[in-house]
């Protein structure tokens, strides 16, 4: 993944998470300086954070089935146990990342 996807994946993210923090968010922020703006900052935040977290599971998950495959082609016998462990990471590293997508969205909400 380039540069350009992730900023782009990343910018939908905050723009995710600004609409999240309050659907009026456009209106209340030509409107008024304080808390139009305080809800910008917490959207962009929980945007961002959730947004590079994403982003650094993908290829973090991508690496493993890679290596498994690899590592499957060079010893076909140990497809089963190689498989497993394949698994199991992987879904450790989505569990991270699903973690910290929540972390942000709910810092949005609790701060």
């Known amino acids: 993944m380039n540069i350009r996807k992730m900023a782009a994946c990343g910018a939908a993210m905050a723009t995710f998470g600004l609409v999240a ?18 809800a910008i ?24 089935g890679g290596s498994a ?3 499957i082609a060079r010893q076909p016998e140990a497809a089963g146990t190689i498989g497993t462990n394949m698994i199991l990471t992987a879904a ?4 991270a990342t699903l973690f910290a997508v929540v972390v942000g969205l709910l810092a949005m909400i609790m701060i």
């Not at 900052?41 to 493993?64: E, F, Q, S, T």
């Not at 450790?92 to 569990?95: A, F, Q, R, S, T």
């Open 92 to 95: 450790l590293v989505e569990g």
């Open 69 to 71: 495959v690899e590592a």
């Open 21 to 38: 923090a309050d659907p009026a968010l456009a209106q209340d922020a030509v409107q008024s300086t304080g808390d139009g703006l305080t």
């Open 41 to 64: 900052g917490k959207g962009l935040g929980a945007g961002l954070g959730a947004g590079l977290a994403v982003m650094g599971g993908g290829p973090g998950i991508g690496r493993i």
